[in-house]
């Protein structure tokens, strides 16, 4: 398994932006698919984005399309997600995780993945 440490949350006015980063440890990301996910107070953990780390092909959710981007650091072995534009409705706990899998839809589950990091809060006032 893949250890991962996220790390960025904190507390912005909306429209303004974060900078989520996870750190990867414990093998090589080569072959590996890595996600964003988020879980808001009394909601169900949701996708938010997700990145093949070979090929760097990428898919979001319509609910951040256009506002977020994933991205990887070969060097660091992290990946980073830029939000922009942020709505109080993004207000959750961000959660990074890793997977063998590396087709799509199925990176887009959280089913699919066996690796997880703590997560970090993001809170955004109106």
């Known amino acids: 398994q893949v250890q991962l440490v996220e790390t960025g949350g904190g507390l912005v006015q909306a429209g303004g932006s974060l900078r989520l980063s996870c750190a990867a440890s414990g093998r090589t990301l080569s072959g590996v698919g890595m996600g964003w996910f988020r879980q808001a107070p009394g909601k169900e953990r949701e996708f938010v984005a997700c990145?093949?780390?070979?090929?760097?092909?990428?898919s979001y959710a319509n609910s951040v399309k256009g506002r977020f981007t994933i991205s990887r650091d070969y060097v660091k072995n992290t990946i980073h997600l830029q939000m922009n534009s942020l709505k109080p409705e993004d207000t959750a706990v961000y959660y990074c995780a890793a997977t063998m899998i590396t087709s799509f839809p199925s990176l887009t589950q959280d089913s699919a993945y066996d690796s997880w990091g703590q997560g970090t809060q993001v809170t955004v006032s109106s």
């Open positions: 990145i093949r780390w070979s090929g760097g092909m990428t």
